[in-house]
């Protein structure tokens, strides 16, 4: 098929257009090289060294993949050449990444949190609007977070939908599925719930094809594609704003940083490895919704895991002392989670679990390029609301952090 790739430069970008291509689709690659930018404004890299996109396609066409195509357009804001490339390069499918995915970049300022929304929100209602207006019949799927549920312990969570019995003015109730109600604890979140409402009336409205992947927080960096030349490497963020909290901790780990876990690390979270996430998006492109089916929603993730105890293994595996540190984040000091991820093993994902072999080669990739890390940009420096950054920063010891009798507001750890 003819795949396009929104975002196709980032962590799960990049990886992705590689396995679409190797198994065969002709991919290309839309991005505005914005999460480079980001990295100078951070005043931080990832740490595995990256070349620019015309090095990293160049290799990869060298190595024997089939040429992959780049186009750069701001998906948010040139809504005439998105609508222009879908004309001439005519997908089948579009795979959308293209949106900010760092939930504590989007609550440093008000600056990010206008970006953040702005990019988003506009990102995928450039796409929805350029498949209608192209009068294509394409697939699109998106790159969504578990993080839209949030973590407020009602039960195992479904995947998309929920059943709902609402009592009218007479007294009678009427039953019917919508959408799983959602609960999102940072402004990115919050723009993957609008997603979710712009998918629901561009499908209903035109028909358009839809596949929402809802994603759990993913670890790991590399896959088989990324490892067959040093300039295919993946991103490997381990900042306090981009880091995912397990790479976060092999970094730590790796340079003799105490595991930042915030509060009691009772927080509990869905994780999926890089491997099994850019599988993901192949089973769902090769299994399209039918025309006329409602936006199909998938929970990607395959385990569930407390932070704390993602600390202990690590600290086991590596000798790493465990630091306890006041949570920035508005979030319950501890939540259950169990949830409903059957869809896409049905459609073939054999997942890929959490085993010490994968973390040794996790910490092996941090060791190497150790020299690379800008222990300033270790913590987080985004704080959810004043009360947190007092707390945080030992101002106002009367504010204490949000217990689990507080609504959990979910970060999901990226």
Request: glycine fraction near 8%; include cysteine.
């Amino acid at each position: 098929m003819r795949v396009a790739i929104l975002g196709g430069d980032g962590f799960c970008g990049w990886p992705a257009a590689l396995r679409l291509s190797a198994v065969g689709h002709d991919v290309s690659i839309v991005d505005n090289l914005s999460r480079r930018r980001i990295d100078v404004d951070l005043g931080t890299q990832s740490l595995t060294p990256i070349e620019t996109i015309d090095t990293r396609l160049e290799d990869w066409q060298r190595r024997g993949g089939t040429r992959i195509g780049f186009v750069a357009i701001d998906v948010a804001r040139d809504y005439a050449r998105l609508l222009t490339f879908i004309r001439e390069f005519r997908p089948e499918a579009i795979v959308h990444y293209a949106e900010q995915r760092s939930a504590p970049y989007s609550m440093r300022s008000s600056a990010e949190k206008r970006y953040t929304v702005e990019n988003n929100v506009a990102a995928t209602h450039n796409v929805l609007c350029a498949v209608v207006e192209s009068e294509l019949d394409c697939h699109v799927v998106h790159l969504g977070t578990m993080g839209v549920y949030g973590y407020s312990g009602t039960g195992p969570i479904p995947e998309g939908y929920a059943r709902a019995k609402f009592e009218g003015l007479d007294g009678t109730w009427t039953e019917r599925e919508i959408l799983s109600p959602a609960d999102p604890g940072s402004v990115y979140h919050m723009t993957k719930t609008l997603d979710q409402l712009l998918f629901s009336f561009y499908n209903k409205n035109d028909r358009i094809r839809i596949t929402d992947l809802h994603q759990g927080v993913v670890w790991g960096t590399n896959t088989e594609e990324c490892l067959r030349g040093e300039a295919l490497v993946n991103r490997f963020d381990y900042d306090g704003e981009y880091g995912t909290v397990l790479n976060r901790f092999l970094v730590q780990a790796a340079v003799g940083h105490p595991l930042t876990v915030y509060g009691s690390g009772g927080q509990t979270r869905a994780f999926i490895h890089i491997r099994d996430s850019v599988e993901c998006i192949r089973l769902a492109i090769e299994h399209p919704p039918s025309p006329g089916e409602r936006v199909r929603i998938f929970n990607q993730m395959t385990e569930t895991h407390r932070v704390a105890d993602l600390a202990k293994i690590v600290a086991r595996l590596s000798g790493a002392a465990i630091g306890e540190v006041p949570n920035p984040r508005r979030e319950a000091d501890s939540n259950e989670l169990v949830v409903t991820r059957s869809g896409l093993q049905k459609l073939g994902l054999k997942p890929t679990t959490l085993e010490a072999g994968l973390l040794e080669e996790i910490l092996g990739v941090a060791k190497k390029y150790a020299q690379r890390v800008d222990r300033e940009r270790i913590a987080s420096t985004s704080y959810w609301n004043a009360e947190r950054r007092r707390a945080a920063e030992g101002k106002d010891p009367r504010s204490p952090p949000a217990s689990s009798s507080t609504p959990a507001r979910s970060p999901a750890d990226r």
